[in-house]
């Protein structure tokens, strides 16, 4: 035990980001043996983990990023227990290192995501280990994808928020595409353009405005008209192409765009939030 030096603890301690005494003990059980130290840390982690399996992780980041030469997108969200891991600089670097990872091997889905490799180890893996060491609960519980001749990704203060928004034409000004980013955080739309809207929410809409009409005593062979004027408020309220700009509300999305270059559109979008 006396073997066990300061730097050795520290050394096994950068290794895995286990806690001082945690180190020190499991350095002390593998005889300064670090291979074997850092196995005892990595199981009693994952000991840890399973005991916590049945916590509530509500907290945590969500992250987006776009690869280098921004064509595609992807988001993740990584999840803990309390607001202050989420805020720990190595959680949100846990984060990163699966997001980046993501990047290299596109996986096809979330599924796929937890078997990438990272660092060596698969992220499900990795973020089991890494949950035991702190001791909260860890989940990487969100993962999708954009492609398009532009991406763009939006990461709103604090990374509970995050947007990626896909674009016709690349090149243009990147404060644009910023723009829109941040436009789908701020606005949630449920599509880009009004023939994107899932036919179950538009019937929703036209049955909400018929009984609206309805209960304002409107006569029945003005119902459908009525509910047709609501449902046109709808899209330019909930469609992305038709909302009003957030930074000039004498213009739609649409307009701004086209204000850049005429052929500028938005593809798709990608929102998720956590607690927000």
């Known amino acids: 035990m006396s073997n066990i030096s300061a730097a050795d603890v520290a050394k096994l301690r950068r290794l895995t980001g286990a806690g001082m005494m945690d180190c020190k003990k499991a350095l002390e059980e593998a005889t300064g043996d670090f291979e074997k130290a850092q196995e005892l840390i990595r199981k009693r982690g994952q000991a840890i983990a399973n005991k916590r399996s049945d916590r509530e992780a509500s907290e945590g980041v969500v992250l987006a990023k776009t690869t280098a030469d921004g064509k595609k997108g992807m988001m993740i969200a990584l999840n803990c227990e309390t607001d202050f891991v989420a805020k720990n600089a190595d959680f949100i670097a846990l984060g990163n290192k699966i997001l980046d990872a993501a990047l290299k091997t596109d996986p096809s889905d979330l599924e796929a995501l937890k078997n990438t490799l990272v660092d060596g180890k698969k992220a499900a893996e990795l973020v089991l280990e890494k949950s035991g060491i702190t001791g909260e609960k860890f989940e990487l519980s969100y993962f999708d994808k954009i492609s398009a001749p532009a991406v763009q990704a939006y990461i709103h203060a604090g990374n509970k928020l995050a947007t990626l928004v896909g674009f016709t034409k690349a090149g243009i000004d990147v404060q644009v595409y910023k723009d829109v980013a941040m436009q789908v955080a701020a606005m949630n739309p449920v599509s880009v353009d009004k023939d994107d809207v899932p036919a179950k929410i538009l019937a929703q809409e036209l049955e909400i405005g018929r009984e609206q009409a309805r209960r304002e005593g409107k006569p029945e ?56």
Do not use: C, H
């Not at 062979?221 to 909930?238: H, P, R, T, W, Y």
């Open 221 to 276: 062979d003005m119902l459908e008209k009525i509910a047709q004027g609501k449902v046109n408020k709808f899209f330019k309220e909930s469609t992305l192409m038709n909302q009003e700009f957030i930074k000039d509300s004498k213009l739609s999305v649409r307009q701004y765009l086209e204000s850049k270059n005429k052929e500028l559109k938005a593809t798709g979008f990608l929102r998720y939030s956590l607690n927000v």
